[in-house]
Every structure is written in structure tokens, then in C-alpha cells.
């Protein structure tokens, strides 16, 4: 048993017994529900073999049906469901007892409300373990350090979720492909090719491998899991499936036989109809409350350089289609002409271009930029139906120009005023991050993950973080 594990049982037994206790207390002092006859009265002390008992029977089935077994990922229903089917368990053997083999002065009222706290404060310890696991993980405490081993369409599925999910706890030092070309995506880089994992396990610290090469390089899988475990390093095998993207799988069970099927993609037709409609109601409020800030940008604006209020530019969005968007002037006429003179200023990374300190801003647009008020007419798109609230970021035609292949993947959706991508560092991402937590957020979309980037967005933008 690690550490971790034995931490959480010594929280359950905590949690189990101050449950049990008040669960005595509920009953006998406060009388709930049903009042106490004094002839089935009982002393505390005497529940305290049955408080023994329900202790380490809940311990028992809490370990049998594996709520003590490390995994990363996994929703807080799922720890509920391991609680309630080891505690209810629990309860049909406590009422068992008590009605065969203990005299009738015990409550049965207690064993329920012992149950039904245990089954809660569990629940609340499991997400408050969930919530302080995840900081550390953050920081960098109890991380995995993970090798991909392939840098194919499986692989870059699991980059981007180690890039989108920090609070799993994983940590990629870097990747092998045969594809000499592949240097770097991200900030993962490139470790050599599929016969150097041998020599890249020996110099660097690496706990787990995960293989994500296609069944065809089987002979390079069984060497790259021998030479794992030979210096006693975990390997674990995704398999392709034909190259299907594994969040369209759709596994189930009959009869002890697996039939896997496809799963329509995240974003299905009422799912992008209640986008749309979610679109249209937060456009609408914020460009009504933020009418008085708008309205004194402009003026700002209007007042501070020469030239228009509102910058318009040629865009790409859905499905490549080209659109015009809308943004507050902040950097100074003729702007656009001035790039091919700063490139060699560049820092940002593939087709895009970024200078932290743009001479060519306006002094007003510094603080527009910082604070993205520049933004705030692209609601306006998102009304027109050309943008969402919430998407991948809307790339220039000569951007879009020198996408690979798989950066085309990030054009599937509406492009987005906010996104993974801004929440999760802005312009400190490299741009092959930036794709990657697009897709990441194409195949996971939903109407939570776009209300949970909305609101993570407010502190971005109140704080200017990232934003240059």
C-alpha cells in the first residue's frame, strides 16, 4: 500500500466514525424522524462493537470494489457509485445482524443514517482529495514522468490531454517516431527514433511508457516493452483500432463479450444547437453590460491615434471559410504593412507572429490589449453566427497556409473569442499547444467544458495574464 493509499483509508476510518457517531446522536438526542421509546434505549457504549464492525466492513468493500486503487482520471460519480455499492453492502449485513443475532434494543433507524453519512462524507472526502491531488499535481508533487512512444494521431491525443488535464499528474519528457521531421511538437521534443528507446530510458528518468503505434510495428512494440521492462519501467499500449480517434469509441458489454461501436462526434447537431443558442445568450449580456465601457473605448480610441475605431481583418473560420473580424483599433494605421520588417522580432512559434513590447501599439492599445477590451466587437461575429463564445483561435489565411495536416483538425468548429487556449497560457503557448488543446477541446466538447472556459476566462482577462 503507498502512502497516498494509506492516507485515504485513515481518512475514511475518520470519516466513517465521526459519520457513526452523529448517525447516535441524529437518533437518540435529536430523535428524527421517529421519536426513541425509552425501553429501546441504548448507551453509546454500546454500539461500539457494532461501530467496529461497520468500520472495517466499509474498508473491506471499499478496497474490494477498488476504491483504493490509484488511477488518474475518472469523475467523482464514479468514486459515488464504488461508495454506495461498498456501503449499502455494508448496511445489508449490519440489518441482518441486528435482526437475527442482536436484541431489539438496537435502532435499525441508526444503521440508516449511518449509512447515508457515510456514503456522503466519503463522497466529499474522495472530492476533497480529488481537489488537493490536483493542486499538487499542478505543482509538480506526485507527477508521472511519461515517454510516448509515437508521434502519430494516438500520440498527439495524448499530449493534448496531458496538456489540457495537469491535474492528472503527468509530465511527457519526451516522444520517439521513425518520422525524422518530427522534432518538436509543443514543448515536447523529439528523443530520436523507435530504436533508441532502449538508450533514451537510460538517460532520462522516466516512470511510465505509453506505446501508441499502430499494430503493424508490432515487432517494435514487444522491443520497446522488453527493453521497459528490463530496466523496470511501466509500458502500456494504446491500440489504434484503425486509427480511430479513441474518444469515438464506444465500448459495451453483453454477455462477457465487448462490441465497440462509433460514437457520433462531440459536437452533434443538437449539440451545436444548443452552442448556438448558449452563444447567443451570453453575446447578448455581454455587450449590453459592458455598453458604457464600449462606448468610452471608442471614444479613447477615436481621440488617442489617427484612423479608425474599428479594426477589421480577413479571417479563417469553420470549414476554412473566410470571414471579417471585428476588433478596437490598438495599434497605429498601416500596422499590417510594418510585420515583414519586425520578423526577425518574432517570439511567437510555426505560422503565428507576436512581439510581447509591438511598437506598432497605440498608447491606448497597450491597455486594450492587456486587458482584452480590443475583443469585445467580436461578440458582434459571434452574433452574426461567424464566431462562438468558446472555440479554437481564429487563424490569418497566410497562417492557415502553413498548417500540417493535423493543425487542420482545429478548423472543425467556429472559431473562438475564448478557449482552452486562453485559459491555459495565451501567448505563452507554442502554437502546436495551442492546436493541440483545440482539438482536445473539439473531441470533448460540451456544454459544462464551454461554461467552465467561460468563467475561467473572467480572472484571465481581469488580470491580463498572458495577453501581449
Known amino acids: 500500500m503507498t502512502r497516498a493509499q494509506f492516507l485515504s483509508a485513515l481518512i475514511d476510518i475518520l470519516v466513517i466514525n465521526v459519520g457513526f457517531a452523529f448517525s447516535y446522536y441524529v437518533r437518540y438526542e435529536l430523535e428524527l424522524l421517529v421519536p426513541v421509546d425509552d425501553q429501546f434505549s441504548a448507551p453509546y457504549s454500546a454500539y461500539l462493537s457494532m461501530q467496529a464492525a461497520f468500520t472495517l466492513l466499509c474498508l473491506f468493500f471499499l478496497w474490494m470494489d477498488g476504491a483504493y486503487a490509484e488511477r488518474r482520471g475518472g469523475s467523482v460519480f464514479t468514486d459515488l457509485y464504488r461508495i454506495i455499492n ?17 436484541p431489539t434494543v438496537y435502532s435499525r433507524g441508526l444503521i440508516v443514517w449511518a449509512i447515508f453519512l457515510a456514503v456522503m462524507g466519503l463522497w466529499l472526502a474522495r472530492i476533497g482529495q480529488r481537489v488537493v491531488r490536483a493542486q499538487l499535481r499542478r505543482s509538480g508533487v506526485g507527477v508521472s514522468r511519461v515517454l510516448v512512444v509515437g508521434a502519430g494521431d494516438i500520440g498527439r491525443t495524448v499530449m493534448r490531454t496531458v496538456v489540457a488535464e495537469p491535474s492528472l499528474g503527468y509530465q511527457i519528457v519526451g516522444f520517439l517516431d521513425d518520422d525524422p521531421t518530427k522534432l518538436e511538437i509543443g514543448r515536447f521534443k523529439s528523443l530520436g527514433s523507435l530504436e533508441q528507446a532502449e538508450r533514451a530510458l537510460g538517460s532520462e528518468r522516466i516512470d511510465e511508457v505509453i506505446i501508441t503505434l499502430p499494430w503493424m510495428y508490432q515487432r517494435k512494440i514487444l522491443a520497446v516493452v522488453r527493453a521497459c521492462e528490463a530496466r523496470g519501467v511501466r509500458a502500456r499500449v494504446i491500440p489504434d483500432l484503425f486509427q480511430l480517434s479513441l474518444n469515438r469509441l464506444d465500448v459495451e458489454e453483453v454477455g462477457g463479450l465487448p462490441l465497440i461501436g462509433i460514437k457520433e462526434p462531440s459536437l452533434s447537431q443538437p449539440g451545436r444547437i444548443a452552442k448556438r443558442a448558449l452563444d447567443i445568450i451570453a453575446a447578448l449580456a455581454i455587450l449590453a453590460v ?24 480577413t479571417r479563417v473560420g469553420e470549414r476554412g471559410k473566410t470571414f471579417t473580424v471585428f476588433k478596437f483599433r490598438s495599434m497605429r494605421v498601416g500596422a ?12 511567437a512559434t510555426g505560422p503565428l507572429f507576436k512581439i510581447r513590447d509591438d511598437p506598432r501599439q497605440t498608447r491606448f492599445g497597450r491597455l486594450l490589449r492587456r486587458m482584452s477590451i480590443d475583443e469585445l466587437p ?46 491555459s497560457g495565451r501567448s505563452d503557448l507554442t502554437f502546436d499547444e495551442m492546436c493541440l488543446l483545440d482539438i482536445y477541446y473539439i473531441e470533448n466538447w460540451s456544454l459544462a467544458l464551454d461554461v467552465q472556459i467561460m468563467l475561467r476566462t473572467i480572472p484571465r482577462v481581469l488580470f491580463g495574464s498572458g495577453a501581449y
Do not use: C
Not at 461498498?86 to 442482536?102: D, H, N, R
Not at 468558446?390 to 498548417?403: D, H, I, N, T, W
Open 86 to 102: 461498498a456501503v449499502s453492502t455494508v448496511g445489508v449485513i449490519m440489518f441482518a445482524a441486528v435482526f437475527l443475532l442482536l
Open 290 to 313: 459592458s455598453a458604457p465601457v464600449t462606448l468610452l473605448t471608442a471614444l479613447l480610441v477615436r481621440f488617442d491615434s489617427p484612423g479608425p475605431i474599428l479594426f477589421s481583418q
Open 336 to 347: 499590417e504593412a510594418e510585420q515583414e520588417q519586425l520578423r526577425e522580432r518574432n517570439e
Open 378 to 423: 467580436q461578440f458582434l461575429n459571434v452574433l452574426r453566427g461567424e464566431m462562438s463564445v468558446v472555440g479554437p483561435r481564429p487563424g490569418l489565411p497566410s497562417e492557415v497556409a502553413k498548417y500540417q495536416p493535423w493543425h487542420r483538425q482545429r478548423l472543425e468548429v467556429k472559431p473562438g473569442i475564448t478557449g482552452l487556449w486562453q485559459v
